[in-house]
């Protein structure tokens, strides 16, 4: 085999590219890292790439992030991961990196990382969308959105009440390639049973009594664009059957009507409960789940993301100022927000602000002013038993939710089986 130079190879290479040791040492970077990070070779070769890329004093493992080195030298794996990766300048920026094993003239390993910058299509969807977050589980979850939104898929997102289901079925209507046509709502948990057919298919004139003018239905609204099903848990089953029949055929009939109809409607569905729970009480048809969850995705509750809160809380006081002063948390008030658990994720956030502002003196927003539950109020673990823990329960949820099937738990947490068996054997789970 010809010996060619590390450095030609690398700098063929059109992405950001690394090789890092199995001490975290950089032993090499191309010159389009240097074009895109501000930083030369020579300025980052031997230091550590925790440092460099975050511009912190220890491994990203070790700060609750998946770690492609860890990944490597532990587990022989080259992962995919996003991370927030920061220029030389200390600009933050959203990465995906993808790890690749590689091997040196001795055998010894290293880790070549590829960088693929997505601030440029995420960071400023994420932006006009109006969602916030850098967490590492925030943006595994957006760069997650933004991969599926481009296929024509139905998707199914699973999350707790207030979390930000409907905002993420916007981003994925906001990306696709019907962003140009509608997104229609509809609230499966509010609309009653008997207007439910009319509701999604529409009525003729004097379909029933109480039926005025002819009603186009959201199914036929959506033509084109996106219908988002909003706790599609509580379709009846009856209308379940029904749906399903026109998601088969992609034919429907207006209630009192003759004519088949037609609408060419991509469909994202969301829920807090877990449907193949659904499925197993009978409350919920196997069938119409499978042609709902195409592609699940699960988002991730505000305690699960506490990174975020600071940068979510000034977000949303803004918001509540609309266009006065805003308001801002003291360290108390932050402290507070940082220990408590968040039932109602984003949503209650917002709430416990809001009654805040209006309460509060002098714009200072302390913890007596956020007045949380005492009781419901935890203590911060410290980090690694607390993530463990938080992992722990993330997967018992999740094998739960997907009727215990390995693949599809392995596919929503972003890694491969063989690292889920592992997880399973050392908490216990298998
Ligand atoms: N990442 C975020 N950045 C900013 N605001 C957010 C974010 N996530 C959620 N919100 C805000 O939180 C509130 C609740 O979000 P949303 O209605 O999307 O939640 P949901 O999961 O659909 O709730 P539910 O299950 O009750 O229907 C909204 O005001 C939304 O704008």
Known sequence: ????????????????????????????????????????????????????????????????????????????????????????????????????????????????????PLEADIGLDCDAMQMVGQSPAFLACVDNLARVAESEASILLYGESGVGKELAARFIHARSQRRGGAFIVINCAAVPETLFESELFGHE?????????????????????????????????????????????????????????????????????????????????????????????????????????????????????????????????????QAYDFPGNVRELRNLLQRAVLTCRDGVIGAADLNLPVAAVTPVQPATQGLADIERAHIRALLASRGGHRGRVAQALGVTERTLYRKLKRYGLS
Do not use: W
């Open 205 to 337: 004139r004097g379909a029933f009594s109480g039926s005025s003018g002819l009603k186009k239905g959201l199914f036929e609204l959506a033509d084109g664009g996106t219908l988002f099903l909003d706790e599609v848990a509580e379709i009846p089953l009856a209308l379940q059957a029904k749906l399903l029949r026109v998601l088969e055929t992609g034919e429907f009939r207006r209630v009192g009507g003759t004519h088949t109809l037609t609408a060419d409607v991509r469909l994202v569905s969301a829920t807090n409960r877990r449907l193949l729970d659904e499925v197993d009480e009978k409350r919920f048809r196997l069938d119409l789940y499978y042609r709902l969850a195409g592609i699940d995705v699960v988002l991730p509750p505000l305690r699960e993301r506490r990174a975020d809160l600071p940068a979510l809380a000034a977000f949303l006081l803004k918001r509540l100022a609309g266009g006065r002063r805003a308001c801002r948390l003291d360290a108390s008030g932050l402290a507070a927000l």
């Open 1 to 116: 085999m010809p010996s060619i130079e590390l450095q030609d190879i690398i700098d063929a290479n059109d992405q950001p590219f690394v090789v890092i040791d199995s001490a975290y040492r950089i032993v090499a970077a191309n010159r389009r890292y240097a074009e895109t990070y501000g930083a030369t070779p020579e300025a980052i070769v031997g230091e550590h790439c925790y440092a460099v890329s975050h511009h912190s004093p220890r491994p990203c493992h070790e700060n609750g992030e998946q770690c492609p080195h860890r990944a490597l030298f532990e587990n022989g794996e080259a992962v995919e991961v996003v991370h927030t990766h920061f220029h030389a300048n200390d600009q933050p920026e959203r990465t995906r990196i993808r790890g690749h094993a590689l091997r040196g003239p001795d055998g010894e390993r290293y880790l070549g990382e590829q960088l693929y």
